[in-house]
């Protein structure tokens, strides 16, 4: 078929987070068969996918802040709970799904999926992933995840992990596609900037103590009085009230308020990929940006003052070369990053100096993939490894949640609406989030606090 006359794929996204829209969303244009945007401008014969975003409404549904600040646009966009999101499913055409969501929600909308498309000789192609790295519930995250056509690994190691969760189950391993941060890109560090710019890539909820938090922060900003001449950056993914992927309890922003910081020490918002055209050295517990600057070659540093520890994170980062301490950033040491290590992530712009392929072509292998899935006649019904069989006492608690019976079908009394929510539904809804965040930032710690006295 010419290229003129190519239809674009037609894909929907469905997050439930302003981060993982931003991995849904650049996903979806990685690895739609045929050119995409993201690996240079097309020609006039070029067309890129129909994107159609549905936001699943819950406390980190993303502010209109957010979804400017991550950068993604959609065709459409809207707002869905988990029942209005299956009819959506079930009266709309779409080639591709990408779902975008904590490993739960994944496993809700796959047994809601695979009812709604019950008997269809032709349905979506449904793909998964990983908004990052993968240091903690790795069986459960991965089990809650089977069923999709295409588990996507971000990394070579990534994929062997995946696979031996899968075959050492029992369940089908060939989803597991090998791939890359979909997000990682820019330009290529070339040296020192005027003034020289240190930015902390702060997390919502690592560390999650008082203490811990605090301390990190008095580092930063000695940090800023012992190097007067440097800009020195607290990168933060949300302002106090707005939740993202996790959530966030003791905000930065007023912790920060008790400490008198120098002039050269300032808290940025925005798109991360901006604050790291000017970085000269990016330090983190365990962010994913790591993998962001790593990928840029920019000096790279995950903290090792709070110990190397699962619950951190940082373990993730042990043979990288990138552990390091404040006092050693203190007093000028820059870590050199293991280039075999940084391979083995997908995060090495140009591969191992020894070869062995780029990021410019890690989204190949599942394009094709999905063509040929696309080309099929037919695709097989969803089959998630949990079933009321395989897991009686674990799944109905996992549907439930997302007001969906043990067949998937939507439960009594469901939260659904056959039209857009009117004046006043939108205002009880605000409150309602606004009262649980409030929950969330002021009432919960004060509550563990008695209960620690």
């Known amino acids: 078929m010419p290229p003129s006359t190519r239809k674009p794929p037609r894909i929907a996204v469905l997050a439930d987070s302003d981060t993982r829209w931003k991995w849904g969303a650049l996903t979806a244009d990685r ?31 993303p502010t209109p802040r957010q979804l400017e600040e991550v950068g993604v646009r959609a065709d459409s966009l809207r707002e869905v709970t988990a029942v209005e999101f299956l009819r959506a499913m079930a009266e709309e055409e779409y080639d591709i799904l990408v779902i975008a969501l904590v490993g739960g929600g994944v496993q809700a909308m796959l047994h809601g999926l695979a009812r709604v498309w019950e008997g269809r000789a032709k349905r979506p192609l449904v793909v998964t992933g990983y908004v990052g790295v993968v240091y903690e519930k790795l069986a459960d995250g991965l089990l809650l995840r089977h069923g999709a056509d295409l588990v996507l690994a971000n990394s070579r190691q990534d994929a062997d992990r995946f696979r031996a969760v899968y075959e050492g189950v029992g369940a089908d391993a060939s989803s597991v596609t090998e791939v890359a941060l979909p997000f990682l890109g820019g330009d290529t560090y070339t040296g020192e900037h005027d003034p020289y710019t240190v930015v902390f890539a702060a997390q919502p909820s690592v560390p999650d103590s ?28 949300s302002k106090p009230g707005e939740h993202t992927t996790h959530i966030e309890e003791l905000p930065y922003q007023k912790l920060v308020q ?159 609406a056959d039209k ?34």
């Open 210 to 237: 008082r203490k811990d938090r605090t301390y990190l922060l008095e580092r930063l900003v000695r940090h800023a009085r012992l190097h007067p001449e440097r800009e020195v950056l607290l990168k933060l993914r």
């Open 420 to 453: 857009d929510p009117g004046p006043v539904r939108q205002i009880v809804r605000r409150a309602a989030r606004g009262a649980y965040r409030h929950g969330v930032q002021r009432v919960a710690p004060v509550i563990r606090r008695m209960g620690e006295l």
């Open 31 to 61: 690895i739609a068969p045929g050119p995409s945007m993201e690996t240079g401008p097309r020609d006039d014969a070029q067309v890129g996918p129909a994107l159609s975003g549905f936001l699943l409404r819950g406390r980190a549904t």
């Open 258 to 416: 008790r400490l008198d910081a120098p002039a050269n020490f300032r808290m940025a918002y925005g798109h991360m990929g901006e604050v790291l055209d000017r970085t000269d050295l990016l330090v983190t517990v365990s962010s994913t940006a790591a993998l962001e600057s790593l990928h840029r070659r920019i000096p790279t540093v995950v903290l090792s003052d709070l110990g190397v520890r699962e619950v951190l994170g940082n373990h993730h980062f042990v043979g990288s070369g990138c552990l390091a301490s404040w006092d050693q950033l203190d007093a000028g040491h820059r870590p050199v990053p293991d280039e075999e290590w940084v391979a083995r992530q997908g995060v090495a712009a140009g591969g191992p100096p020894s070869g062995g392929g780029s990021y410019a072509t890690a989204f190949d292998a599942a394009r094709e993939r999905i063509a040929k899935l696309l080309a099929a006649p037919e695709l097989p019904p969803l089959a998630p490894y949990y079933t009321p069989v395989t897991a009686p006492g674990y799944l109905p608690g996992i549907l439930a949640r997302h007001h969906l019976g043990p067949d998937g079908s939507p439960l009594p009394g469901a939260p659904a």
